[in-house]
């Protein structure tokens, strides 16, 4: 690697107070550190940290060279499990412990000044290496209090909203630049009724999605409550979300469907389940990525929304609906509808917006015979795939592990991005609802 990306270093104090620094890791010296620590704990003399180790050892850093070795093994790390990560230029905190020495000594050798009140946002090219440690913005609340309510290093104040990409039934989603790392993102908001030990655990629960490194699941920067509302920022899709496509050809859709598919089975394989599986959490861009958004991966925050707001998800497997227990068979299930609007146009039910109430949506799901994909329109392999998903019954479905070996996947798994690319260059001109003010 030639120059190292900024990343956060966290300081957990002795009170087990998180303080965020962002830093340079070429730029800043063992002694900047030390003075930066001191500030952050000025009632001890700190004359080490300490950090723990892949093998979760925990290892003191007494020296430059000490450091740069902690620096090295963060990277390596990354670069094993956190490419993704590491791409995107916003990285997971490195975590490190002040060590209380036995003799006081003068701690403000380098005459170093840290800045200890919010400055208003630099612009991109004024961004100081390294930045102040993450400040207690609230009469209210304790440090620990805020820490608490926010994942990652992301601040509103550090945002700088650009236009609205779209409103769903529980928050708006507008494009952002974040100011510190530069990053276009997509910053989703939304209401919540929830108190603040609530807020917490939402919180808690999202930060698994630093864990998840796959080309096929949307990038996650960070997420933090503002008085009743949540930011969940993640990576911006330039082509936005399949629902606003029309038909997708089935050369097209069937590369998308490899992705999909690969996206689900990494995220099953941890053990979670998306949730909310439908053509609008299917977001591509122009280089023919196509990722999945909007996990259910705080399972506080998705009761937290049903609760909150209204509404029926028209691509919920009928278990579901029923109110019964369900797993990834569900998923299955939501994938095939979606596969059948994406390939149609039209959702395989009748008009989903006509579906007030979730009986009104189980009858027209298990009142009729189930729709199949025209045969001589589409491939007898995409007919298969969308029927083995769309069954009423659960254990009737494809089973989640071998989607990718169903022959609708086989066939179109030839890893080309360049036709996924070329059809969303060619059709985003002409999606409305673009460039709106946020
Ligand atoms: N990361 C992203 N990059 C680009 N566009 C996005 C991104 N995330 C969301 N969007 C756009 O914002 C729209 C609104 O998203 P949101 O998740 O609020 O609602 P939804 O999925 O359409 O509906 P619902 O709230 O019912 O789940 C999406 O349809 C999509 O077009």
Redesign the pocket.
């Known amino acids: 690697m030639n120059t190292p990306p900024p990343f956060t270093l966290r300081i957990r104090t002795q009170n087990d107070e998180d303080i965020d620094w962002m830093v340079q890791p070429d730029e800043i010296t063992f002694h900047q550190a030390l003075e930066v620590i001191s500030k952050v704990q000025p009632q001890s003399t700190i004359t080490a940290f300490e950090y723990d180790d892949e093998d979760e050892e925990r290892i003191t850093v007494r020296s430059d060279e000490e450091m740069k070795a902690m620096f090295q093994m963060y990277f390596s790390i990354l670069s094993e499990h956190g490419e993704e990560d590491l791409a995107r230029g916003l990285l997971p905190p490195l975590v490190i412990f002040p060590r209380v020495g036995k003799t006081p000594q003068n701690r403000n050798i380098h005459g170093l000044t840290i800045l200890t009140k919010k400055e208003s946002p630099p612009k991109i090219a004024e961004q100081p290496m390294v930045r102040p440690p993450v400040q207690n913005s609230s009469h209210h609340m304790e440090t620990k209090d805020l820490k608490d309510l926010m994942c990652g290093n992301i601040l509103e104040t550090d945002l700088q909203y650009l236009e609205l ?9 507008s ?1 952002a630049l974040h100011r510190p790392s530069g990053k276009s ?2 910053v ?1 908001v ?1 209401q919540l009724d929830v108190d603040i030990d609530m807020q917490k655990q939402i919180i808690s629960e999202m930060e698994i999605l630093y864990k998840c490194h796959s080309p096929a699941i ?1 990038g996650f920067y960070g997420a933090f409550f503002m008085e009743n509302r949540i930011s969940i920022c ?8 399949l ?2 496509y029309g038909p997708v050809p089935e050369p097209v859709l069937g590369r998308m469907s490899v992705y999909i598919v690969q996206g689900l089975q990494y995220m099953w394989e941890l053990k979670i389940l998306h949730r ?1 599986i ?1 053509p ?2 299917i ?1 591509v861009s122009t280089r023919g990525e196509v ?1 999945l ?2 996990f259910g991966v705080s399972v506080q925050l998705v009761e937290s ?1 049903a609760r909150t ?1 209204v ?1 029926t ?1 028209a691509f919920m497997a009928p278990e579901r609906i029923r109110g019964e227990e369900y797993s990834s068979p569900a998923e299955v299930w939501s994938f095939g509808v979606s596969l059948f609007e994406l390939a149609t146009g039209n959702f395989p039910f009748g008009c989903p917006s006509s579906f007030s109430t979730p009986v009104q949506l189980l009858d027209a799901i298990t009142g009729r015979t189930l729709p199949v994909l025209q045969d001589g329109v589409f491939s007898p392999e995409l007919i298969d795939f969308v029927s083995r998903c769309m069954q009423r019954v659960p254990n009737q479905r494809l089973a989640a592990s071998s989607l990718d070996k169903h022959p609708y996947i086989q066939k179109f798994n030839d890893g080309n991005r360049s036709v996924i690319a070329m059809w969303v260059q060619s059709k985003l001109p002409y999606i409305a609802q673009r460039k709106q003010p946020p």
């Open positions: 990409l779209g409103t769903g039934n529980g928050g708006r989603v494009r993102m997509a989703k939304m949307i993640t990576e911006f899709m330039d082509g936005g979300s629902d606003k909310d439908k609008s959490n977001l990722k958004c909007d929304i707001y509404g998800n």
